[in-house]
């Protein structure tokens, strides 16, 4: 039988406008000690967005309210449209309903980082009530072999707004219609098999298929690095992953006029050197994300600066490795490593930090140690569609721009498939720097 698990945020009806009007003037309004937004809009009979619009730096990436701050208060004239519970009403005006259907138990890996997962959203939701942002929770544990007829007959199924899942691909196609049925945004946020996307509107997936990612990290492999001089490490294993990429990686090189060179790393030391450019930048593509082979490669390139210190070089590796990020962490920056990533954070950031110690005060154990932190995953994607939905409403499509979120540790940027559904399109470069820095280069 299917355990419904079920939690409920922020009753209290919201006794400011959500209306669409027009300020007449402004007043300004000096902040005092602890003061939110939330609650500065709810004294002056207006939104969090209304207050946001008339103040353009809250949409900066990272703003807080701060004590002493002046801020423009809209005066509203008109009569306010109140927050309301019915369910019937607009998305905007009353509290988001939200479905999790995830396996959310304890029996073996997956359900535990779903839980982790969950625990994110949930944090995510308690954090939103500081911006006015009322949300019903939901949750279903739905693990591979559930019953999914029973979970989606289940009235609060059929109120949902939002619904986040499935972790299975087997339960796509069940998941996806119902959504289509009920008007209900779907949010797949692990699996890449899901070919409803091209047939159903209402679906956000989070990540690409593999071969769409192929295409799409060499095309910017392309664009960032055309001045250089590219070299392609055989590493003469018949069982690697990432020979699909290396092809497609040679191909928009040639495609694209960019130069380069093949090696193994069963080559001689002289006919290993041969494949680099005395006067350009360099950089290396293994063609095997394996640990293993990665070291050997290290060991390869550092004899190889020690007959030819001149050479400059750079690695260009796999999300895999950002595993490997600390007992490599000198040879990453050394050797100038760009990561292709859909996430990266920087724990020691304050928001990170904070996000952190706020998991283990709540749910009395930290975060899991594997990269991606889950939880924050969690965060990011509960705060990004609650705030798309609660500034757009069911329109919402989650396209660059849409409002100033900073995400924690996974970007998100969508993109409409023909007249099906939205990918994320968000990508980066993790760029491990020779000076002991880390950077990202967003596109």
Known sequence: MVRSLRYLLALVMLLFAVGTMSAQSVK?????????????????????EQLRQANPGMEAPGYTLKKGDVINIPVIDGTAVVHTDDPNADVRQRAIRLGIMLPLHDANGEGRRMVEYYRGV??????????????????????????????LSEAGAARCDLIIGPLYSKQMEQL???????????????????????????IFQIYQVPNELNESTSRRFTEWFANYHAIVVDCDDPNSTKGAFTAVLRRQMETKGMQYSLTSMKSTEANFASAFSASKQNVVVLNSARPEDLKALFNRLNNLLASHPNLQISVFGYQEWMELADSQKASFHKFNMYLPAPYYTNLTTPVAASLVKKYRENFHQDMSSYMPKLA????????????????????????????GYQPVQTPLKFERIGNGGLQNRAFMFVHYKPNDQIETINY
Not at 377 to 402: C, I, N, Q, S
């Open 122 to 151: 949930l944090m995510a939701c308690d954090s939103m009530k500081k911006e006015g942002i009322s949300v019903d929770v939901h949750a279903w544990n739905t693990p591979e072999d559930a019953d999914l007829s029973r979970v």
């Open 376 to 403: 924050l995953t969690g965060f990011d994607h509960a705060v990004f569609f609650l705030r798309g939905l609660h500034k757009y409403g069911a329109t919402f499509d989650g396209a660059a721009g849409r409002f």
């Open 176 to 202: 996806s219609s119902y959504s289509e049925r009920n008007k209900a945004l779907l949010v797949i946020p692990f699996s890449i098999n899901a070919p409803q996307i091209y047939l159903n509107r209402n």
């Open 28 to 48: 300004t309004h000096k902040v005092k000690k602890n003061e939110t937004l939330y609650g500065i809009a709810r004294e002056n009979g207006i939104t969090v």
